[in-house]
């Protein structure tokens, strides 16, 4: 009699948002495995609502939800215990049915803040007990940009801390603004007028990240397919560089900038493209921050977010493509950082991802 042994497989989870129909629109969990880098579909929850942003703090997940049916119910931040494949609900700030796209959540876990796209509105939701409860600040903002019908109005679409931890940023793609706030004891946010600072006109600011080393900020412009490299200096930000997220010679159809991120050594900066389909690799100049252009990556259809798991492993979702994919992070070769590991799966409109915890 013959036995078969299998190798244990080392995987990390990663939780995958997804838009779609009642079949698949919700949330899934996957393992990946962390020495090839194939995608193992593990777990699906199925969804009321299409998630659209996801944020981690020690074994809890936030998810913002959009409201699809106008129900005061729908919507909001959605809280989850995560333990590997389990996925229970821990609490919820609906907040009349708004939608929101984007969170943060201090390190204290004693509140949250959220972004409203549609509103115009930073909020804050204190954390009691160790769950959410509900919204006690509105903020709206207020003003436009110059391109038509994306920057008619406020449309503040991501959070975070600066590296400073002293201060929250909102990247606002409707007025071209990073706004800086500052905390009271009260966890309530208040506007920092003099470190808040404008983009170039009609840029639309979707989303800011910093070096490891906190010494430069990078703004990725979604209207404007660009990246703005500014030199960080506390809470001063001075303007450095600004690069196109793609070759502009080589495509000149229509494009939107996905998302961005830095891989953990600070060499090297990838960023997404929803229309040109590629995930485009910049080296990071260590002396002054700038950006030298390397080379991109075809993609499935419209990719709109990115992780980087281990520091190796690329998790691209591709929301028109409706397709997650994997490409191997390899550095100092000579033919190039970004490599394919012909690993996909489909899902749905996959449109936000989060890394799990543990093996």
Same mark, same amino acid.
């Given at each position: 009699?013959?036995?078969?042994?299998?190798?244990?497989?080392?995987?990390?989870?990663?939780?995958?948002?997804?838009?779609? =129909?009642?079949?698949?629109?919700?949330?899934?969990?996957? $393992?990946?495995?962390?020495?090839? +880098?194939?995608?193992?579909?593990?777990?699906?929850?199925?969804?009321?609502?299409?998630?659209? $942003?996801?944020?981690?703090?020690?074994?809890?997940?936030?998810?913002?939800?959009? =409201?699809?049916?106008?129900?005061?119910?729908?919507?909001?931040?959605?809280?989850?215990?995560?333990? /590997?494949?389990?996925?229970?609900?821990?609490?919820?700030?609906?907040? $009349?049915?708004?939608?929101?796209?984007?969170?943060?959540?201090?390190?204290?876990?004693?509140?949250?803040?959220?972004?409203?796209?549609?509103?115009?509105?930073?909020?804050?939701?204190?954390?009691?007990?160790?769950?959410?409860?509900?919204?006690?600040?509105?903020?709206?903002?207020?003003?436009?940009?110059?391109?038509?019908?994306?920057?008619?109005e406020a449309h503040p679409s991501y959070i975070e801390?600066?590296?400073?931890?002293?201060?929250?940023?909102?990247?606002?793609?409707?007025?071209?603004?990073?706004?800086?706030?500052?905390?009271?004891?009260?966890?309530?946010?208040?506007?920092?007028?003099?470190?808040?600072?404008?983009?170039?006109?009609?840029?639309?600011?979707?989303?800011?990240?910093?070096?490891?080393?906190?010494?430069?900020?990078?703004?990725?412009?979604?209207?404007?397919?660009?990246?703005?490299?500014?030199?960080? /200096?506390?809470?001063?930000?001075?303007?450095?560089?600004?690069?196109?997220?793609?070759?502009?010679?080589?495509?000149? +159809?229509?494009?939107?900038? +996905?998302?961005?991120?830095?891989?953990?050594?600070?060499?090297?900066?990838?960023?997404?493209?929803?229309?040109?389909?590629?995930?485009?690799?910049?080296?990071?100049?260590?002396?002054?921050?700038?950006?030298?252009?390397?080379?991109?990556?075809?993609?499935?259809?419209?990719?709109?977010?990115?992780?980087?798991?281990?520091?190796?492993?690329?998790?691209?979702?591709?929301?028109?493509?409706?397709?997650?994919?994997?490409?191997?992070?390899?550095?100092?070769?000579?033919?190039?950082?970004?490599?394919?590991?012909?690993?996909?799966?489909?899902?749905?409109?996959?449109?936000?991802?989060?890394?799990?915890?543990?093996?």
């Amino acid at each position: 009699m013959a036995f078969l042994f299998f190798k244990r497989r080392q995987v990390k989870p990663v939780f995958v948002g997804s838009y779609g =129909n009642d079949m698949t629109r919700g949330m899934y969990v996957f $393992h990946l495995d962390i020495k090839n +880098g194939e995608l193992l579909k593990k777990k699906y929850y199925k969804t009321i609502a299409n998630p659209t $942003h996801l944020f981690k703090r020690e074994r809890f997940i936030f998810a913002c939800y959009k =409201n699809g049916t106008g129900r005061p119910t729908d919507g909001g931040l959605w809280q989850y215990a995560s333990m /590997d494949l389990q996925f229970g609900l821990a609490g919820k700030s609906t907040d $009349h049915g708004k939608t929101y796209v984007g969170s943060y959540v201090d390190e204290e876990r004693e509140f949250a803040y959220a972004v409203d796209y549609y509103n115009g509105e930073v909020v804050t939701i204190p954390i009691l007990k160790q769950k959410i409860v509900k919204v006690v600040q509105r903020i709206r903002h207020e003003g436009h940009g110059p391109v038509a019908k994306r920057q008619e109005e406020a449309h503040p679409s991501y959070i975070e801390m600066m590296p400073t931890k002293d201060r929250l940023f909102v990247c606002d793609l409707g007025t071209d603004e990073i706004v800086l706030y500052e905390r009271n004891e009260k966890g309530r946010l208040i506007k920092d007028e003099e470190h808040s600072f404008f983009v170039r006109p009609g840029s639309g600011p979707k989303k800011m990240i910093f070096s490891p080393d906190g010494k430069y900020a990078y703004i990725l412009n979604e209207l404007s397919s660009t990246i703005a490299v500014y030199k960080v /200096d506390h809470l001063q930000l001075t303007f450095v560089q600004e690069v196109s997220t793609y070759p502009q010679d080589e495509y000149t +159809g229509t494009n939107l900038a +996905g998302d961005i991120l830095i891989e953990a050594s600070g060499e090297y900066l990838f960023v997404s493209n929803k229309g040109h389909d590629s995930i485009v690799t910049f080296k990071i100049n260590q002396d002054n921050g700038e950006l030298e252009y390397l080379e991109y990556m075809e993609a499935e259809e419209y990719p709109t977010a990115m992780i980087l798991v281990l520091n190796k492993w690329l998790v691209v979702a591709s929301q028109k493509g409706g397709m997650l994919e994997t490409f191997e992070v390899k550095r100092h070769e000579k033919k190039g950082v970004l490599f394919e590991t012909h690993y996909t799966y489909p899902v749905g409109e996959p449109v936000c991802l989060i890394e799990g915890r543990g093996f």
